[in-house]
């Protein structure tokens, strides 16, 4: 029989805190902490114990709502008489200048959101790093310069950028780009902060751009690294709808460049520029500089799609064409059979056929299953505009024989034959010669519901005529007096561009105001639009309202919005977000 032996009882050890107690030498210093709670966003002031040193853009530990929370060290604080001592140091380790913090706090005002949130989406996720990257030497700016180089038709944007680069490296260089694919373009000719990086390299390459790297390529956020005094910022194609961070603070590539115009060359480089940069070169605070190509094309333009389709047929017989679309969708548009009324979703949206059979709404992404129009009840539905899927349908059975190809960002194909028929997404064009470039359905894509569909447009296309090889065919489904076809004709985008800041200008709209989209519950929405005033709010719904602000008005507006916001969200459990600038708000 067997009989239990008593073990010892042994007592769990205490962990207890090293005690620190605040002296007459003890340093102080200001963080700001990741509060996890919209309405607490200001500094908070740490005492730091005697065996730590830390510094502006340092990473630590401190104790917040008895919680341990991370933080950013902003830099030296006065004394106060209670205050709670830093828990530790993640990092020696500096993640970000004076200088960028200073840049930070500027956006913060520009787009009323908190440091915090600014800082995580300047600075990615840490990981650990025995590597210390020390700053560059201090430069001062002298005779800085602030250019729009426009890329006129056949011009290589790529190339151009090299041999700006080439011109420019005596100082760094940051060179901020729309899309991932843009960024590959210069993998392995410099220092590239790309987010298919994985989360230790993406943090690696981070330090060493903003510390090391004289020449540096990556997207929006890349317009946050340190640049010192005197050097230079290049943005391509600021128009881009990718420029435009999606999350708070809603910031876009341009204006924070242009946030940096006291300190850094900068420079603006597209086929077609934003109405905002348009409007800088009218102003002149940009010097515009035009870059032209040897090239000649054929320019041929016809309202009707049959035409143009004819055209394909004989050009793909002798070299590849390429139609830009501006969606890998089946269809973008529909309309119910019966009465024509167009599809439209309860927030506003085109219902769309994303692929054949499976409708959706394009803006809020709600599928769409057994549609009826609300006009007649029918459910049958007809193509009101044609997407990337159903056009290369069409042009399967029309042009026999041929290789068509159609490229999506699910579909990248690297393989391109010499003769064919390529449907690309816009952006995701192969960088190849082609013999044609046709433009259909233009009508529809430049009339569509969006303030920026003109500018948005132009862009995509002219990019991509940049593709043509010399002798080259444009063909537009459009009539040869329109603006577009006109300024095609005269390699003039001002013919365009003068039409669209004009039209801007007549009905208050962007660059010649700003706009600010609130979203929230109906009643925090009323208690804002009282406060700003009935001329300012432009359009309201029970979950949204738009503000019009005055230019020279902005920052006390936005300021406003941001305290009403912050003091409504301390009130209530519900959040109000706040979108300022953003791509599309109609």
Not at 555 to 579: E, N
């Amino acid at each position: 029989m067997s009989v239990p032996v008593d073990k010892p009882l042994r007592l769990k050890s205490e962990k207890v805190g090293t005690r620190h107690r605040v002296t007459a030498s003890t340093r102080f210093v200001n963080v700001v902490v990741d509060t996890g709670v919209a309405h607490l966003t200001n500094p908070y002031t740490y005492a730091v114990p005697d065996n730590m040193v830390l510094e502006i853009g340092h990473l630590v530990e401190v104790p917040f709502n008895n919680l341990q929370r991370k933080g950013f060290v902003l830099g030296p604080a006065e004394e106060i008489t209670k205050a709670k001592f830093v828990s530790k140091q993640v990092s020696t380790q500096r993640f970000f200048t004076e200088s960028q913090l200073h840049l930070f706090e500027r956006v913060v005002k520009r787009y009323g959101s908190s440091l915090w949130d600014t800082m995580r989406l300047a600075i990615p996720p840490s990981t650990k790093s025995n590597t210390q990257f020390i700053e560059d030497p201090i430069y001062h700016a002298t005779n800085l310069g602030h250019h729009a180089w426009t890329l006129e038709l056949g011009v290589d944007r790529f190339e151009f950028l090299r041999t700006l680069i080439a011109q420019l490296n005596e100082r760094k260089v940051v060179l901020v780009l729309p899309n991932e694919r843009d960024v590959a373009q210069f993998a392995g000719e410099f220092q590239v902060l790309s987010s298919k990086q994985s989360k230790s390299e993406r943090f690696i390459s981070y330090l060493e751009s903003n510390f090391n790297a004289k020449v540096v390529v990556g997207m929006r956020t890349s317009s946050f690294l340190d640049i010192p005094p005197g050097g230079h910022l290049i943005v391509l194609d600021d128009g881009d709808p990718a420029h435009h961070e999606l999350h708070q603070p809603t910031f876009n590539s341009r204006d924070v460049a242009l946030l940096r115009a006291q300190e850094l060359n900068l420079h603006f480089v597209s086929t077609f520029h934003s109405a905002e940069v348009a409007r800088l070169i009218q102003s002149g605070w940009l010097k515009e500089n035009r870059v032209r190509s040897k090239k000649k094309f054929v320019i041929q333009s016809d309202p009707s799609n049959e035409k143009v389709q004819q055209r394909i047929r004989d050009s793909v017989k002798v070299g590849r064409v390429l139609i830009p679309t501006t969606s890998k969708s089946y269809r973008l548009g529909i309309a119910c059979k019966a009465c024509r009324s167009r599809a439209n979703c309860e927030c506003g949206g085109n219902i769309i056929e994303s692929k054949k059979g499976l409708y959706e709404c394009n803006l809020c992404r709600r599928d769409v299953v057994n549609w009826q129009c609300e006009s007649c009840g029918s459910g049958e539905v007809v193509t009101w505009s044609r997407g990337g899927g159903l056009q290369a349908e069409e042009l399967a059975r029309s042009i026999t024989s041929t290789h068509i190809l159609h490229i999506t960002s699910e579909n990248i194909e690297l393989d391109i034959p010499h003769k064919g028929v390529v449907l690309a997404t816009s952006g995701l064009e192969p960088h190849v010669s082609f013999k044609m470039i046709a433009v259909t359905n233009a009508e529809k894509l430049l009339s569509f519901p969006m303030l920026r569909a003109d500018e948005l447009a132009m862009l995509r296309w002219r990019n991509a005529f940049s593709l043509l090889e010399d002798g080259g065919t444009i063909s537009v489904s459009l009539p040869s007096d329109s603006l577009f076809v006109r300024s095609l004709v005269k390699n003039d985008w001002w013919i365009l561009m003068n039409q669209i800041l004009s039209l801007r200008q007549e009905v208050s709209m962007p660059p010649y105001v700003r706009i600010a989209c609130v979203n929230g519950d109906k009643p925090d929405l009323d208690l804002i639009a009282k406060t700003l005033g009935e001329n300012e709010v432009v359009y309201k719904e029970s979950e949204r309202i738009l503000v019009k602000i005055e230019i020279d008005r902005a920052d006390q507006v936005v300021d406003s919005l941001r305290s009403a916001a912050h003091l409504l969200s301390l009130k209530r459990s519900h959040h109000v977000r706040l979108d300022i600038d953003p791509f599309i708000f109609n």
